[in-house]
């Protein structure tokens, strides 16, 4: 920390023009400095630099404030961090509280060990041949070893902890920093052995911890290995590969998640300088958090198994917590991650995989639906079950909505009813012990309310399931079939439904439900009508039929941009529908609009 009179002290001696100017073109306008505004695109100048004042203004956005304050908004950082940087890069000395300054010299000796515990690994490794060669089969050449900075542990008991013994430091400090470890005889061991070895620098560029990958063929010892936490190193709060304050990832504008050490630094040798590694699948809501400091673009490139990809579930829902923009790539075939299909590939192919990536809706629409009957009731449960948490994150209503009704489309469930499923609040409408509820089935069943937009189509669809489900005849059975998969957005006719299909719609075995008087009294009054009716039942499937596509035609026009052209197919069949009254032509048109319905326009 810092007295106020530092601070000051700082603001003072940093000249805000030199400063801002690095970042904004300024152009000097009487005693002010002009510009263009650096948090939003704009073609008149509107942002202002007093140096009389110290201060600055963007008058687009009414963003104001001194020099610190600039520095941490176009950097996003920390008031803090922000104090740090300036005070170093403007050489300009700054007195920290006693309590702190005791704090960092405690830090540099901590980073100074690790830098000379690096310098061991590096010289160690090119004294190996085991570690040599596997670095040569990883495609590793000596130049790219050292370039990426590249250690080995060697195969002994205690040689970093002699070595670093050596140089003056001592075993409390090396096993606050998990360099070594004492065993229940009081005996000294190096925490890495046999292993290669990766530096984790944060985003600072300090050295906080390392990464070991082995090189032994056992499956009795972890494959990696990574440092303990310790005072300077939090792996829940660092990404690998992450340089220089995530520069390489703001020039890209997007990052590229990976899991491990080699699938990040295979993809910056080959020139994707905006890969980082969640340094194992743990992703954290810290790391996310660290990300957002830099981007809000991100595409999961984690292995291809099933562990990977349910790691891309944990790491998109986190990603989503913080409004992040998801995409997931996905590697096919035997490849099973992102570094051996690029040894196995190249460049120019792993650039043309990342372009298919998955908006990662779309990649658990596909992974949950995997081995789902999604034409049968339980189905649709059971990945609207799955995709709960994902809903739950989502933090931009906007997107929130547009997810919705994809669903709602994909699974031909009616929105309100799939919204209140996926917020919990479906089960509780259902519970008759949930007494308002209670109170408002009674109602209904004394009196039902004004039938709504589709309370009529579903009253109908009822009658007709009643009438004929247990006809002889192959046509009955056809037409019944089309109409079993529908998800009612009454809540009495839904309930109604779901209980009958229980029982084959055979209302002589009413008793073998769970039914209040209520509900009997309304099916055998259902079923009542639909026998006096003397409809014509070709026809009267037809209505029903073009009822429920009209229905799904209106809930895809709720989400589809007037321009785009499949508006304009809705619309012809929707006019169409008025005036075909041949039900084979109808089930045809009903084919075409399930095409439109899968394609890239919802």
Known sequence: MYKDTEIQKLIDNLDIVQVIGEYVTLKKTGANYKGLSPFK???TPSFVVSPTKNIFKDFSTNIGGNVISFYMKINNISFYEAIEELSRKYNISLNKINNDRKKEDHDFRYYE?????????????????????????RDFSKEEIQKFEIGFSPDSWDSLFTYLKEKGYNEKELLELGLIRKNDKGNVFDYFRNRIIFPIYNNMMKLTGFGGRTIENSSDIPKYLNSPD???????????????????????GLAILMEGYLDVLTAQKNGFINSVASLG???TQEQAQLLKKYTNNVIIAYDNDNAGKEAVIKAGNILKKYDFNVRCLQIEGEVKDPDEYLRKYGRKNFLEILKTSKN????LYDYFSENLNLNDISGKKEIIKKFKEFFSNITNKTESNLYLNKLSIELSVDREILSEELSGNLL???????????????????????????????????KFMLKYKNDSGLKSKIYCEQFEKKIFSNIIYGEIFEKLKEIEFNIGSLNNLMLE???KELITTLKLQAEIEMFNEERQYKDIFVGWFLREVDFMKEIIEKKDKSYIVLQR?????????????IEEMYKEFKLIRRSDYV
Do not use: C, Q, W
């Not at 990662?360 to 990649?363: A, K, L």
């Open 360 to 363: 990662i809706f779309e990649f």
């Open 573 to 585: 069949l929707k006019s169409e529908l008025k005036t075909i009254h041949n039900i084979n032509e």
């Open 113 to 137: 060990i690790m830098k000379e515990a690096h310098l061991f690994f590096k010289k160690n490794i090119f004294d190996s041949d085991k570690a040599m060669e596997y670095m040569n089969n």
């Open 281 to 283: 699948t743990a992703f």
């Open 41 to 43: 695109e704009e073609r």
């Open 517 to 519: 008087e209520e509900e």
């Open 428 to 462: 509780k409408k259902y519970r008759y012990k949930n007494s308002a509820l209670k109170r408002k089935k009674e109602t209904v069943m004394t009196k039902l309310p004004k039938e709504e937009k589709y309370d009529k189509l579903e009253k109908e669809t009822l």
């Open 230 to 252: 310790s005072k300077i190193f939090k792996k829940g709060k660092e990404l690998f590969g992450l340089y220089n304050r995530g520069e390489n990832i703001k020039k890209k």
